[in-house]
């Protein structure tokens, strides 16, 4: 129920012509909790959440439904009480609630609709917690906050490149560009993954065995051309803002 409220209202409030006027009076009270969640969570500046309340004395009355036209005698809550259903007074409130939707980055939303109530709060949450990051090698993925991220063995050997770097910073200078010994590292890498052997011809090798067997002497440095080409693939797959954001703040990151 919790997954449905959630996906229902992502989508309704991806579209910008829509408006939406939520209710959480009636039904069970786990229901009216998760849609004021879910419209806390993503809900627009034209949305709307309200509330209906009627005087006290006919709240939780089993014969009252709505005020009638005509006098309506019914029992009230207290034996031998009656009450006219005519004079009842019901209210329907506006409910002012924090909207939090700027709090998610724009390229996330695509993802949060194919995720879960539960990790949906769990990635809103991290924005003050540290985290769990794992790479999993053997997938050719990203694991973090109950999201899995497939990447090819291209731009995740690019990643985890990244990750081993001082700060997990990578600083492309004169130095680094001429330097074969990032080359080296990266295409260990990339090996490991059993990527496209075309890649190894970028650097100068004529293939995977070359690699492996260290015939390395027409290696290439790794050039800013091929980084910035899979930092721009990292940014098409959503989510090279969305992993870097949890570098600094990773509590530890595992490769398996």
Same mark, same amino acid.
């Given at each position: 129920?919790?997954? /449905? ?23 069970? %009270? ?7 969640? #879910?419209?806390? *969570? ?16 006919? @709240? ?12 309506? *005698? ?24 924090? +909207?939090? +939707? %700027?709090?998610?980055?724009?390229? =996330? ?12 709060? #769990? ?21 973090? *906050? ?9 731009? =995740? ?11 997990? %910073? ?5 130095? /680094?560009? %001429? ?7 990266? *295409?260990?890498? /990339?090996?490991? =993954? ?11 090798? @004529? ?7 260290? @015939? ?29 954001? /949890? ?10």
């Amino acid at each position: 129920m919790a997954d /449905f409220i959630t996906r229902k209202i992502v989508k309704l409030t991806d579209d910008p012509h829509v408006a939406i006027h939520a209710s959480i009076a009636g039904g069970r %009270k786990t229901m009216a909790f998760y849609m004021g969640y #879910a419209m806390s *969570l993503y809900g627009r500046e034209q949305d709307v959440l309200s509330h209906v309340f009627v005087d006290d004395e006919f @709240e939780f009355v089993p014969d009252f439904y709505y005020p009638t036209p005509s006098d309506e *005698l019914i029992n009230g809550k207290q034996e031998g009480v009656m009450l006219n259903a005519k004079v009842a007074n019901v209210t329907l409130a506006e409910m002012p609630f924090v +909207r939090m +939707r %700027k709090q998610l980055e724009r390229n =996330l939303i695509p993802v949060v609709n194919e995720s879960s109530f539960s990790q949906t709060v #769990a990635r809103m949450n991290a924005a003050t917690q540290a985290i769990d990051l794992m790479v999993s090698m053997k997938s050719r993925s990203i694991h973090v *906050l109950g999201v899995a991220i497939k990447l090819s063995a291209k731009l =995740l050997a690019m990643y985890v490149f990244i990750l081993e770097q001082p700060n997990r %910073k990578m600083k492309v200078g004169n130095v /680094f560009i %001429k330097s074969t010994s990032h080359s080296i590292r990266y *295409l260990e890498i /990339f090996d490991s =993954l059993g990527g496209d052997v075309r890649v190894y011809t970028t650097f100068g090798l @004529e293939d995977y065995i070359a690699c492996s067997t260290r @015939e390395l002497d027409g290696l290439k440095p790794n050039s800013t051309s091929f980084i910035q080409t899979n930092l721009s693939g990292l940014h098409k797959n959503c989510l090279l803002l969305y992993l870097k954001k /949890f570098l600094n703040r990773s509590k530890s990151i595992r490769t398996e």
